[in-house]
């Protein structure tokens, strides 16, 4: 870690850089660049690295690492952010949003400093007088893409061995490129494509350079998604065959405009106007995500392409799709009219000055949030986490990340071993009424949801105790009888209660009553802190670190339980209360109330009206169930009708949150069964 003196070293260093746009570059002891940014003013900038004034999670982690930093100076923030992409491109910094896999991407090129330019599959980036298109991530697609391709529009494939053939004689024989193609006519050999109807003919002169080139912009149109330009020439040529009385080439162009036809045909989503669009979904993991482009042109999406970042939860999401976007549209020309986003980018105007400077006219950054965009893009994301779980089935990345989290709780918590089951309680109540505990079961990193338990307090103490229901649920779970049923399975390696001090308290004082000596820990939901019974000072895991994101999901799925099961038992209460008082109001309405409107949420929130259209209820009836209602509400201090009360459990009140209420069994390869778990209540 940084020590005072490197702290102030790095900090009047900092002071002396200049207030100017440009970009710095975070190095540490070796000499590496670990973080590339820019700034408007650098001084400003760096100032909160090294005061640590900037909030983003991964900067103290990242700055007790940095031993020195290089700026380099431009003239304007945009000359900072092409700059900022070029540094990343060449030092490849730990810290940037980088793709996960390390190679390059399939593109499709056109050589188009050829007199007779050739399309092709490939995976280089660098000739000069070449138009790349892509990129793609199936390999697959883009040779597919050729394939379909030329199949509408014949032109060469530069793995024709009689194309590279005249490419040769072309280049021994500049300024004669008329007599090369006298020559190829008279003498030439053609290639098989030429044969199919796949190749124009180059190599037997049957083309003149004038007409390839306009087969050549065809292409080029087609790649780029404007495809009716290429509909309407190749309409345009059967028509005229047809009237030359060519019926035969006027066949083959029908063919042709079929294909285009087909590929149309497969698209799902088609806008109502013709607009050039990207769309850009993400779905973030623990330390990956998954990004997905769904790319519409002339209305339709013409294809996606799916990547794996090297940053997810770790880093905001600001930063992680203005990195994407840097990096992705670095490598494409393709760029749209408009990119549209989930979020609003701090740094879009920034973005879009850039892209639309690429492109060539104007590109705007947008965040759809209605409509047919905004729909697409939902999808998108979903496309983004399909792509990332098959990574993470693909790479073994969960295990590894599992694996990883029990050896650092191993470490950080002085354990004597990796904590292979882990249990974890948490308390919900109202006021002290309907107080539950939950107990959640993690076996070697994944929750044993078979193993799961809840009870219900019954020490009264006429409000919110959670020391005192902590003491209880710990007795009774840890009871002999309990240690000896094999039904609650084996003991823990490790107790974890929601909550700091009291809560670790509690737990410390119940273990040492019943004689057993479990290792036991508090966390605290305000700063993610560890409370360890050795040390007065709680254990920070760092951030981002798959023990922290482990634990965090023990906490939050022992949270989610004790919640699920507090609003089962208060809406089972509030049927009993409420209705079973209402005079007039039999099992046999009861039941229909209830079918009719599924939960008492949904019944607490409707009118006299939509409760006397229930069947069998009268509507003097129906008025009476709607006072009592509201009269019930007023009594359980509810704040509005519908809207639930704070609940308290852990480490203190919570606002609680929709859950769903039926616990799913995990199959075998992963996915849910339907069949429900029947979760042992201990009373």
């Not at 070697?444 to 009870?455: E, N």
């Not at 809560?503 to 119940?510: F, G, P, S, V």
């Not at 209820?617 to 809207?643: H, K, N, T």
């Amino acid at each position: 870690m940084l020590g005072d003196e490197d702290i102030m070293s790095l900090a009047e260093q900092v002071s002396r850089v200049p207030a100017l746009p440009g970009c710095y570059l975070w190095k540490n002891a070796a000499g590496e660049v670990i973080y590339v940014g820019k700034a408007k003013n650098l001084r400003t900038r760096m100032r909160q690295y090294v005061t640590l004034a900037d909030d983003r999670e991964k900067i103290p982690l990242m700055m007790q690492v940095v031993r020195g930093f290089d700026y380099i100076v431009v003239d304007s923030e945009h000359e900072a952010l092409v700059l900022e992409r070029n540094l990343i491109r060449q030092y490849r910094p730990y810290y940037n949003v980088d793709f996960k896999d390390d190679k390059s991407y399939p593109f499709i090129a056109v050589t188009e400093s050829d007199l007779f330019p050739a399309i092709k599959y490939t995976r280089e980036r660098h000739r000069a007088g070449t138009r790349y298109f892509g990129p793609y991530t199936d390999s697959r697609a883009a040779r597919e893409t050729i394939d379909t391709l030329r199949k509408v529009i014949p032109v060469c494939s530069a793995g024709c061995a009689e194309w590279r053939r005249v490419r040769r004689m072309i280049e021994a024989h500049r300024g004669d490129e008329d007599i090369v193609s006298l020559v190829c006519a008279t003498g030439g050999r053609p290639c098989f494509d030429y044969h199919v109807g796949r190749g124009p003919g180059v190599c037997v002169g049957a083309i003149a350079p004038e007409q390839y080139a306009r087969s050549i912009r065809a292409v080029e149109r087609f790649l780029t998604g404007q495809r009716r330009d290429v509909v309407n020439e190749l309409v345009s040529e059967m028509n005229e065959a047809a009237e030359a009385l060519d019926f035969e080439r006027a066949g083959r162009i029908k063919r042709r405009l079929q294909m285009i036809s087909d590929l149309d045909d497969r698209q799902q989503v088609e806008f109502p106007t013709s607009v050039d669009i990207d769309l850009v979904g993400f779905y973030r993991e623990e330390t990956i995500a998954g990004a997905c482009v769904f790319i519409v042109r002339e209305g339709r999406t013409i294809r996606s392409v799916e990547f794996i970042l090297d940053k997810g939860l770790d880093v905001e999401a600001d930063e992680l799709v203005s990195g994407f976007i840097k990096r992705y549209y670095d490598e494409t020309a393709d760029v749209p009219a408009e990119v549209d986003v989930a979020i609003d980018l701090a740094d879009a105007e920034l973005l879009g000055e850039w892209l639309t400077e690429k492109r060539g006219r104007v590109c705007r950054l947008h965040r759809p949030q209605r409509g047919e965009k905004h729909r697409l893009l939902e999808t998108c994301e979903r496309n983004a986490r399909h792509a990332l779980m098959r990574y993470m089935m693909r790479t073994g990345y969960a295990d590894d990340r599992t694996n990883q989290a029990l050896l650092q709780l191993e470490s950080a918590l002085a354990l004597p071993a990796p904590p292979m089951r882990i249990e974890c309680f948490d308390i919900s109540t109202i006021h002290g009424c309907f107080t539950v505990a939950s107990m959640v079961v993690f076996t070697a990193g994944h929750a044993d949801k078979s193993q799961y338990r809840r009870f219900r307090i019954r020490t009264s103490t006429g409000e919110a105790n959670d020391f005192a229901s902590m003491l209880e649920v710990l007795g009774r779970r840890y009871a002999p009888v309990r240690m000896a049923d094999e039904r609650f399975g084996s003991r823990p390696d490790l107790l974890v209660v929601d909550g700091g001090k009291p809560q670790l308290t509690a737990a410390m004082t119940q273990l040492a009553e019943l004689g057993l000596d479990i290792p036991v820990c508090g966390l605290a939901k305000a700063d993610e802190e560890l409370f360890v019974p050795w040390d007065d000072t709680p254990v920070v895991l760092p951030s981002g670190s798959a023990s922290l994101y482990l634990i965090k999901q023990v906490r939050d799925e022992a949270h989610r339980f004790a919640i699920t099961f507090h609003r089962q038992l208060r809406d089972k209460a509030m049927t009993a209360s409420v209705l079973d008082e209402i005079e007039g109001v039999g099992p046999v309405r009861k039941r229909a109330v209830m079918r009719h409107f599924g939960s008492m949420k949904r019944l607490r929130q409707a009118s006299a009206e939509q409760i006397a259209e229930v069947k069998g209820i009268p509507r003097a009836v129906a008025q009476e169930i709607f006072y009592m209602l509201r009269a019930w509400d007023v009594r359980s201090g509810a704040v509005e009708c519908g809207a639930p009360a704070a609940e308290s459990e852990g480490g203190g009140r919570r606002a609680a949150e929709t859950e769903t209420e039926t616990e799913t069994a995990p199959a075998s390869d992963g996915h849910h069964k339907s069949a429900p778990f029947v979760h042992k209540t201990i009373e």
